[in-house]
């Protein structure tokens, strides 16, 4: 009988690097104090004139710290990883590297990474593993997928991915597998934004022209700490440059802070203000008219609607001044067309979050700042060089209606982002049917989704379990077998076209363990499917040679620049001004809002509010960590190293304690004890903590025991239309431990 390991036995506690590194070198306190460093020109990796060291070699490739995808280049010293740096020739990123893709290094070479693959010798969650093959893991894997997809059909079979390289490549698996069953994390995130956006413009995620614009406001992006690296770079210069950004924050983030004016909103009701902007900007005919006749439908509506949301009545709601309202409004449309109200990412913690994103949309198309210098940017997918694709046969139809209820549920949710939620609930309620099997490629449900103890049950009630990752997350702690991924350092992805050119995430190294590239377990796990010729090729090389086939460039010169700038390349605008709606123009009163029954214009709708000595939980994110998915990063956690309780000095007076005593934060779902942290720097009706923290697994021992999970608090609140979690819908009351 093959040996049995506990966590412990897995992952010793050798270090390959020392597991300290000076704050500066993870970029705190560096330009603008939020942590984005340039290269250092000393390493010489920007200076071809520069020889490298006999056994230094320098690779270019991708960060994968975050989704943001920036440029690096990677110093090998004999075989280790020295240092990253930026790569000065990506967009994403202008050379610059956050502190979470300055860490990069540890992120492979911790001692936790999973090193080869492990199925399960215990009670699922016992923590008690075998080592396998990864032949026997992937036939194992393949042996279970095929039972259940025989004996109850394939929809009981769910997968599950996050925005990744290979997220395609997982897509091509789970169509030919044959499930309707996808879940993504952007129910979790800004479903609200893009159906929002999708049901005004017809596309669910403009661009933002932060150079040339001259007014920018932000409701529920936190640039300075949910870093965007060149996006973050470009508002501190918009800050640097004397343009007026207005943040509108129950609580003084980092980007309130780099702001010309805070406005301490009250959580949820965002779109109040918005309503009373445009209120004033139709009062006193501020809007584009010619714009506005030419490219949208439904003005007259709005008209109507706004009649009565005066900044007097905004004030009452939202708590910002009547007159800052009208100060702003005029001043923005003074601005326009360089005037953008961000379309956000996390305004979605409300089920009304979609009216809010309806009235950012609205407001946008009022200002006609459609594709004009210093405003929203229209799709860039006509702009931006085309790989080559794979040829496969047609998928098999998927059998059978969606957990998640997209869209017997929720009509207006595009299926692309689902409801993540309502499919672990339905896992749960085995309705409409029942559940059996979970494949998870780089996810932590159990960590993102809300009632956390839910979402444990859900993987303790299913016959079969397998998660795809490079440690040993949360959700992989309750799996039967896990196949561990390559880091992102030594391993190859899909190619990324950023408009004419195309980069690619290539090793800096050889897999430190016996490891894969996902490109490689989707396509040997479909090959002991039976599903092989849905991704036709034989290796990674041969993938990437496929993608790069209509491109007059070799691989090897691609992998040797680390991108390939495509010769007489011109963008195409020519559809710039095709909107892909209903009426094909900028929908202020939507078509599909109208036959489905709903409020065609942006509304308002009264957010719940707390009871008495209740508080509104508000999550959100730091600059030195990526959602739940570096905390176990010992470089980081030196820099952040846990999660804290914002309370207000007031609250904190009543209940008699002062920063760093613990806590207890009590929701209807969950309690947990933290630390706290006094401020003057939130609203005293709310509670703020970084999600991210308070981890399950003992397999990330680093961050195993430090801090708290937002999830263990967190309701399940969905709004019907986006399909977002209102998380901010969650209330709290806090005592001292
Ligand atoms: Fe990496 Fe930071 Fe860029 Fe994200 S923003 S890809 S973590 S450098």
């Not at 990506?90 to 502190?99: D, E, S, V, W």
């Not at 006193?284 to 006749?293: A, S």
């Not at 702003?328 to 994103?357: K, L, Y």
């Amino acid at each position: 009988m093959s040996k049995v390991y506990t966590w412990d036995q897995l992952f010793s506690r050798r270090q390959f690097i020392k597991g300290t590194v000076a704050t500066a070198a993870l970029g705190v306190g560096a330009t603008a104090g939020i942590g984005l460093l340039a290269p250092e020109s000393s390493l010489g990796i920007n200076n071809p004139a520069q020889t490298p060291a006999k056994g230094v070699k320098y690779v270019t490739t991708i960060c994968e710290q975050c989704v943001w995808r920036c440029g690096v280049i990677a110093k090998v010293e004999n075989g280790v990883v020295k240092k990253l740096e930026g790569n000065p020739n990506h967009p994403n990123n202008l050379g610059k590297l956050c502190p979470r893709g300055n860490a990069g290094i540890e992120t492979m070479y911790s001692p936790d990474r999973i090193k080869f693959p492990l199925i399960r010798a215990g009670a699922r969650g016992s923590g008690l593993w075998r080592k396998a093959s990864w032949d026997e893991a992937l036939s194992y894997t393949a042996e279970q997928m095929k039972k259940i997809k025989d004996k109850y059909g394939a929809k009981v079979m769910m997968f599950n991915s996050t925005d990744n390289l290979s997220q395609p490549f997982f897509e091509i698996l789970l169509k030919a597998y044959g499930t309707p069953n996808y879940g993504t994390q952007r129910s979790l995130c800004f479903n609200s934004m893009t159906t929002g956006f999708l049901y005004t413009y017809g596309t669910p995620q403009p661009g933002t022209d932060f150079s040339h614009c001259k007014y920018m406001i932000f409701s529920g992006r936190n640039l300075a700490e949910g870093i965007s690296n060149n996006e973050t770079q470009e508002m501190i210069e918009m800050v640097a440059k004397g343009v007026k950004v207005v943040v509108l924050d129950p609580r003084f983030s980092k980007t309130a802070s780099k702001a010309t004016e805070w406005l301490p909103v009250r959580p949820g009701t965002d779109s109040a203000f918005f309503l009373g902007l445009i209120h004033v900007i139709i009062a006193e005919k501020l809007y584009n008219e010619t714009f506005v006749k030419r490219y949208t439908q439904g003005l007259e509506d709005l008209v109507t609607e706004v009649k009565d949301y005066t900044p007097e009545w905004a004030e009452k709601k939202c708590e910002i001044a009547a007159t800052t309202i009208q100060r702003i409004a005029r001043d923005f449309a003074a601005a326009a067309p360089a005037a953008i109200a961000h379309p956000n990412w996390r305004t979605s913690n409300f089920v009304n979050s979609f009216q809010t994103e309806r009235a950012i949309a609205v407001l946008n198309a009022l200002m006609g700042n459609w594709a004009q210098p210093g405003g929203l940017i229209p799709d860039q997918e006509m702009s931006t060089a085309k790989l080559g694709v794979l040829t496969h046969p047609p998928f098999p139809p998927a059998q059978g209606i969606r957990l998640d209820g997209v869209p017997w549920q929720y009509p207006m949710v595009p299926l692309a982002y689902g409801v993540i939620q309502t499919m672990r609930d339905n896992i749960l309620t085995g309705k409409p049917y029942e559940a059996k099997g979970w494949l998870i490629s780089r996810q932590n449900p159990v960590l993102s989704i809300p009632e956390r103890q839910k979402t444990i049950n859900a993987l303790m009630k299913l016959d079969f379990v397998a998660v795809i990752d490079i440690q040993a997350s949360d959700t992989a702690y309750y799996a039967d077998v896990i196949l561990p991924e390559s880091s992102y350092l030594e391993r190859y992805d899909g190619l990324v076209p950023i408009k004419n050119k195309i980069f690619i995430r290539q090793p800096v190294i050889e897999p430190l363990y016996d490891t894969k590239s996902c490109l490689m377990i989707y396509k040997e796990l479909a090959d002991k499917l039976g599903l092989g010729e849905f991704l036709p090729y034989k290796d990674e090389l041969d993938l990437l040679s496929q993608q790069l086939k209509p491109f007059p460039v070799s691989l090897e010169a691609l992998k040797s620049a680390g991108h390939y700038e495509v010769e007489n390349f011109k963008e195409d605008h020519s559809k710039d001004f095709e909107f892909q709606t209903s009426s094909g123009k900028i929908e202020i009163s939507s078509s599909i809002m109208a036959q489905m029954g709903k409020k065609a214009v942006p509304t308002w709708n009264e957010p719940p509010r707390p009871e008495a000595d209740h508080y509104y939980l508000l999550t959100g994110k730091t600059a030195q960590h990526t959602q739940m998915f570096t905390q176990n990063n010992r470089w980081l956690l030196e820099v952040f190293p846990v999660n804290r309780a914002w309370l207000h000095t007031s609250v904190a007076k009543k209940i008699g304690v002062k920063t760093d005593d613990e806590v207890v934060l009590e929701s209807e779902v969950g309690k947990v004890n933290i630390k706290a942290y006094v401020t003057e720097g939130i609203r005293p009706d709310c509670i703020f903590m970084v999600g991210g923290f308070g981890h399950v697994s003992k397999g990330l021992k680093s961050a195993y025991g430090l801090g708290a999970s937002d999830s263990a608090l967190h309701k399940t609140v969905t709004d019907p239309i986006s399909g977002g979690s209102a998380l901010s819908e969650t209330f709290v009351t806090v005592t001292k431990a």
